[in-house]
């Protein structure tokens, strides 16, 4: 039998994953083929594809999650193989088969590998027949909640609920106790319905303290299995990662074999095929419990290609046209150490609620050894409520752990990113935290150092204030000669002829504002984008980036927002939300749980709003009447728009 052909490549996913696919296709001289909805029609993966087809739709699930679509698509446009990303349909077997029916090739294992790995609770069930040891849990067939009432009383609380079919924090709630039990397991299994397609639930013992470490492992056609090392994956908040590195810190040889070892006997028991990934919880005295298999390619492959110089695209399409394996067991290499960050549009003072919008500014860091970035978003993109809200991934390699995470630091110093909120100082204060930086990593980590990582608002200083008057100042359109900086109509300090020297100023930044007199700009200078401070003989330098009559200024390693302050908007905007509750992000109604004239008492869930696949429950502040109703289920609703008006009980 001949080998596959595979010329053309369609990637039936978007965002970062659809663009890093493409990067290798078109590598390897491959035409890619991109889908879209109508809201990501100019999306960045729709641009950078050589081919695009339109799906319609703007949600998921009348776009990326329509099989039959995405087979048209692929006959349209002559696209031989179909590669599925993660997320949205990688793990359905029902794509698996379709994709093999249609005559065409699918870059992930085969359906039954899928179906019995594929799902959490047939994947334990396998796992426990085989002897791998396993967290103590329920994942039977039954979904009733007096099941899963019963099976949390025998683990005993903690527990987690997981959907079955999926993955990325998707359908997830930990629960404290039994009064807790119905809302969230009706949540999460709407959350799994909407992601996946499948509302099936597991629920296992919430163990504490452990830390989660996978197995990357690759099989071909021919009967090979490898594992490719392994990688720490603990420190997450909503059971969604958000820090990866490879290799595992503290993981001696002999348990790094076990576990691989272990997850190649999982992967050759159901004829795998393709990169795959066995997850396990590690406790502190060293034993493993298997958790789940994820048979698709990770969002946090580029830490492996980073510690072993491989391709793993590559190698999925290689094995796709069924070549074997190129390197035996022993020569897996493990080189040096790598870091990742995933980069989210999120508010972290804000419960980490998801932000959309457009963006206004968009800086990556600089390229270079050791330095990578997965984006899949530009300058001027927009963010939309329909899908994940994860921008990119930034992954840094250096020699040892040490260097890998200052260079990560000085690429999270590097970007700048304005127009929406994004996880991104967050993400500099866990990987400069001193805990961090000393390995101390588990699923804890998050909520231990919350108070370092995410601190409360604190009053901008003097000197901060006069740095962004002068950056706002000289920023000014008009303001500088590109031809002469030494001339004095570059220095935006005021100067007129015959007149005083100086200009008022009142700004805003981060909900605080500041009149100021600025009367000498000698002691600072804009030169591009770098602001230059002098002061007794020590000069430094700020970025500063103007967009949209906004300034962006570096300082003390966050980017601030700086604008013209209006006095009238800020009071509108204070009495805008008195009386009512408004939602948070842009998204759409799922549920309306109250009705106009109800009592409510504190606490209690009014509405249900569904945006980037995640539920949130707006809930009252405060016992009281429900005075007004101004939303309906099935209704899209932007940031601001007012939900419910309670009235004081």
């Given at each position: 039998m001949s080998a596959p052909v595979i010329t053309s490549l369609l990637v039936a996913n978007r965002g970062e994953i659809a663009c890093r696919v493409m990067r290798t296709a078109k590598a390897l001289g491959l035409t890619t083929v991109a889908v879209h909805s109508a809201t990501d029609r100019d999306a960045r993966h729709s641009r950078e594809a050589d081919i695009r087809v339109d799906l319609g739709g703007s949600k998921a699930a009348d776009s990326y999650l329509q099989i039959d679509k995405l087979i048209a698509a692929a006959k349209v446009s002559g696209a031989q193989a179909i590669h599925p990303g993660y997320g949205f349909l990688s793990e359905n077997a029902g794509f698996a088969r379709a994709i093999e029916a249609a005559g065409l090739i699918f870059l992930g294992p085969p359906a039954s590998a899928i179906d019995a790995m594929g799902s959490k609770s047939a994947a334990k069930a396998l796992m426990e027949t085989a002897g791998v040891p396993l967290v103590p849990g329920y994942h039977g067939e039954a979904q009733d909640l007096d099941t899963?009432?019963?099976?949390?009383?025998?683990?005993?609380?903690?527990?987690?609920?997981?959907?079955?079919?999926?993955?990325?924090?998707?359908?997830?709630?930990?629960?404290?106790?039994?009064?807790?039990?119905?809302?969230?397991?009706?949540?999460?299994?709407?959350?799994?319905?909407?992601?996946?397609?499948?509302?099936?639930?597991?629920?296992?013992?919430?163990?504490?303290?452990?830390?989660?470490?996978?197995?990357?492992?690759?099989?071909?056609?021919h009967g090979h299995c490898l594992y490719l090392n392994e990688r720490d994956c603990s420190i997450q908040r909503r059971h969604q990662k958000v820090v990866e590195e490879a290799p595992a810190p503290g993981l001696n040889p002999q348990l790094r074999r076990a576990m691989?070892?272990?997850?190649?006997?999982?992967?050759?028991?159901?004829?795998?095929?393709?990169?795959?990934?066995?997850?396990?919880?590690?406790?502190?005295?060293?034993?493993?419990?298997?958790?789940?298999m994820n048979t698709r390619l990770q969002v946090e492959h580029p830490v492996t290609e980073a510690i072993t110089g491989l391709d793993l695209v590559a190698w999925q399409i290689r094995v796709a046209r069924g070549e074997a394996l190129p390197i035996t067991q022993?020569?897996?290499?493990?080189?040096?150490?790598?870091?990742?960050?995933?980069?989210?549009?999120?508010?972290?003072?804000?419960?980490?609620?998801?932000?959309?919008?457009?963006?206004?500014?968009?800086?990556?860091?600089?390229?270079?050894?050791?330095?990578?970035?997965?984006?899949?978003?530009?300058?001027?993109?927009?963010?939309?409520?329909?899908?994940d809200p994860m921008l990119g991934k930034l992954i840094a390699w250096g020699e040892d752990r040490e260097q890998a995470r200052l260079r990560l630091l000085s690429m999270l110093d590097e970007f700048a990113i304005g127009g929406l909120k994004t996880n991104i100082n967050f993400l500099r204060r866990i990987i400069g935290h001193p805990a961090f930086a000393a390995a101390e990593l588990d699923t804890g980590f998050i909520p231990r150092y919350q108070e370092q990582l995410l601190p409360a608002p604190s009053s901008l200083s003097d000197a901060f204030w006069r740095t962004a008057a002068q950056a706002f100042a000289q920023s000014q359109p008009g303001t500088t000669r590109a031809d002469d900086l030494n001339s004095p109509w570059s220095i935006g300090n005021g100067l007129r002829s015959g007149l005083p020297a100086e200009i008022t100023l009142h700004l805003s930044c981060e909900g605080q504002d500041r009149a100021l007199t600025l009367s000498d700009g000698g002691s600072m200078q804009l030169e591009g984008e770098q602001l230059s401070i002098e002061q007794n003989g020590v000069r430094r330098q700020h970025r500063a980036?103007?967009?949209?009559?906004?300034?962006?200024?570096?300082?003390?390693?966050?980017?601030?927002?700086?604008?013209?302050?209006?006095p009238i908007s800020a009071v509108e905007a204070s009495h805008s939300h008195q009386g009512?509750?408004?939602?948070?992000?842009?998204?759409?109604?799922?549920?309306?749980?109250?009705?106009?004239?109800?009592?409510?008492?504190?606490?209690?869930?009014?509405?249900?709003?569904?945006?980037?696949?995640?539920?949130?429950?707006?809930?009252?502040?405060?016992?009281?009447?429900?005075?007004?109703?101004?939303?309906?289920?099935?209704?899209?609703?932007?940031?601001?728009?007012a939900l419910v008006e309670l009235e004081q009980a």
């Open positions: 899963f009432r019963e099976a949390c009383e025998r683990i005993g609380y903690p527990v987690l609920l997981k959907a079955t079919a999926g993955g990325g924090g998707k359908g997830m709630k930990v629960v404290e106790d039994v009064s807790q039990l119905a809302e969230a397991l009706a949540s999460a299994q709407r959350e799994a319905q909407s992601s996946f397609g499948d509302s099936r639930m597991l629920v296992e013992k919430y163990l504490l303290k452990p830390r989660h470490v996978e197995i990357q492992i690759f099989a071909d056609q691989g070892e272990a997850a190649v006997r999982s992967a050759q028991a159901i004829g795998y095929v393709g990169a795959g990934t066995v997850e396990f919880l590690l406790d502190a005295r060293g034993e493993f419990f298997f958790m789940e022993d020569q897996v290499p493990l080189n040096g150490h790598a870091i990742e960050v995933r980069l989210y549009a999120e508010d972290p003072g804000n419960d980490f609620l998801p932000a959309t919008g457009r963006l206004a500014l968009y800086r990556e860091s600089a390229e270079g050894p050791g330095r990578r970035v997965d984006s899949g978003v530009e300058e001027g993109d927009e963010v939309s409520p329909f899908y980036i103007r967009r949209d009559g906004v300034v962006y200024l570096q300082w003390e390693g966050e980017l601030r927002r700086i604008e013209a302050y209006d009512g509750l408004t939602a948070p992000m842009n998204g759409s109604i799922v549920r309306v749980l109250v009705e106009a004239g109800q009592t409510v008492e504190a606490g209690a869930q009014l509405v249900v709003l569904e945006a980037m696949k995640m539920e949130h429950s707006i809930r009252a502040p405060h016992a009281g009447v429900i005075k007004a109703l101004y939303c309906q289920e099935g209704e899209m609703v932007g940031e601001g728009s």
